[in-house]
């Protein structure tokens, strides 16, 4: 079946714990992102990638990390998380971004205490 | 730069009224746009996209949305409304950002109700 996943799809952490969602899709898709949800601001675009070793800034990036060395998979790292990234985060790709369809993930719901 | 402005953070509507959901865009380049819908505790699924084709776009459920450029809008819509449309729906857009790459943009949402 044709997916993206996340792992962990929930998550309580305290602030300044390193961690790392993963974020992992089976289309052999070029371009994946990661995006946070909140409440009144829609989802906001934190990195982006149109390939493998090739990362851009997307709105929100400020404390926030990710790196592409498999086309498959693209996760995301909080080096040192604070309240202020308690959020709802979703993974997408697409075939190639642009007019591509993009195809999320479930989402994983991040609490930083 | 690129910018989404839903003009309706809610709307309400009773079952089998028509729905509209506003959306306004600004974009450097020509844009891809889209509408995705996100039901309670769910992830997000495309409804429509418009990619410079037809400007009247046909989606999933009995949706539509027309592009016009004039207006910069790309409103949503639907003749009949129906229980299990309720649900919050995104306006994005996407366009080039240079050197191959494209960012996308969403809208803040608009989170409609159905009344029954």
């Known amino acids: 079946e044709a997916q993206v996943t996340q792992n962990p799809r929930y998550l309580i952490t305290v602030t300044g714990k390193k961690l790392t969602v993963t974020c992992s899709q089976n289309m052999n898709h070029e371009y994946m992102s990661w995006y946070r949800q909140d409440p009144g601001l829609g989802l906001r675009q934190i990195y982006y990638s149109m390939n493998v070793e090739v990362t851009d800034k997307g709105d929100v990036p400020e404390g926030y990390k990710v790196s592409r060395k498999e086309k498959r998979n693209f996760p995301l790292i909080l080096e040192s998380p604070s309240p202020n990234q308690t959020s709802l985060y979703f993974c997408?790709?697409?075939?190639?971004?642009?007019?591509?369809?993009?195809?999320f993930g479930p989402g994983t719901r991040l609490t930083v205490l | 730069a690129q910018s989404v402005t839903q003009l309706d953070s809610h709307v309400s509507v009773s079952e089998g009224t028509p729905v509209l959901l506003r959306c306004n865009y600004s974009s450097s380049y020509s844009p891809s746009l889209f509408w995705y819908v996100q039901h309670p505790n769910k992830g997000l699924q495309l409804l429509l996209k418009y990619t410079s084709a037809a400007t009247l776009v046909k989606g999933i459920n009995g949706f539509e949305a027309e592009f016009k450029k004039s207006e910069t809008s790309f409103h949503l819509t639907k003749p009949s409304a129906h229980m299990s449309d309720a649900a919050e729906y995104f306006c994005v857009v996407s366009a080039y950002s240079g050197a191959g790459s494209y960012q996308l943009t969403f809208g803040k949402g608009t989170k409609l109700s159905v009344i029954p």
């Open positions: 997408a790709s697409s075939p190639s971004g642009g007019s591509d369809t993009q195809y």
